[in-house]
């Protein structure tokens, strides 16, 4: 079975700098997909990014860009230059590549982005 | 505004109350799902189904019922519910499996 950490239920960074979330994942799969996504105070789900596994570029979105590093099955997401709205709880979620395997969610980072 | 509705938003529900969730998703997806989302834990898988064909259980209660009578259209039929299963319930749809999905708001549910 798949599963997802995220090892930083909390994190705060002040207006303008950048962050970087942590997700690992452990799977025997070679085809996946890797997604981070976001949910605000209004508790709507957000994509923000997606990665290909067979991938080896890394996906950007505008401010939020990821590290994946296949290896080491770590899928780390960068925000840069955060504003005040990007304060939200970040989920990382996992989903193979074939079959009808839904997606696995991390347990999820609280993220405060302070003015 | 997301593509994917749910109604209501919000309900608070005695244990031998009968009521049901709806979600529709406008973007022509055929994949649909139930999550639970509780506090502090990570969220759960309840219901897929593909094509209107349910294709998972994640082992959920038989007092939540789904059923899906089009790609479009998904409910979450509750009968006799505990406290323990007021949590925030989300719905999303997508294009085939994998791929990425895209939630409603949820129906923050309280059972009294």
């Known amino acids: 079975a798949q599963t997802v950490t995220q090892s930083q239920p909390e994190m705060s960074v002040q207006e303008a700098e950048t962050v970087t979330l942590s997700c690992t994942y452990d799977?025997?799969?070679?085809?996946?997909?890797l997604f981070w996504y976001k949910q605000p105070p209004s508790r709507q789900m957000i994509l923000v990014i997606r990665?290909?596994?067979?991938?080896?570029q890394n996906a950007t979105e505008n401010r939020f860009s990821v590290n994946f590093q296949k290896a080491a099955k770590s899928f780390s997401l960068k925000i840069s230059d955060s504003q005040l709205g990007d304060t939200a709880m970040y989920f990382c979620?996992?989903?193979?590549?074939?079959?009808?395997?839904?997606?696995?969610f991390g347990k999820g980072t609280r993220l405060s982005v302070i003015a | 505004e997301t593509g994917v509705t749910q109604t209501p938003r919000h309900l608070v529900m005695g244990m031998t109350n009968k009521k049901s969730l709806k979600c529709e998703q406008h973007?022509?997806?055929?994949?649909m799902y139930w999550y639970k989302q509780s506090a502090k834990k990570p969220l759960e898988l309840m219901f897929v189904?593909?094509?209107?064909?349910?294709?998972e259980n994640n082992s959920v209660p038989s007092r939540f019922s789904p059923e899906c009578p089009n790609s479009s259209h998904l409910f979450l039929h509750l009968h006799t519910l505990q406290p323990e299963d007021s949590a925030l319930y989300l719905c999303?749809?997508?294009?085939?499996?994998?791929?990425?999905?895209?939630f409603g708001p949820g129906t923050r549910l309280t059972v009294l």
């Open positions: 799977t025997s799969e070679s085809n996946y997909y």
């Open positions: 990665q290909e596994a067979y991938k080896q």
């Open positions: 973007l022509g997806h055929n994949a």
């Open positions: 999303a749809s997508s294009q085939g499996q994998p791929d990425t999905q895209y």
């Open positions: 979620a996992f989903a193979t590549g074939s079959g009808n395997t839904p997606l696995v």
């Open positions: 189904y593909n094509f209107k064909e349910q294709t």
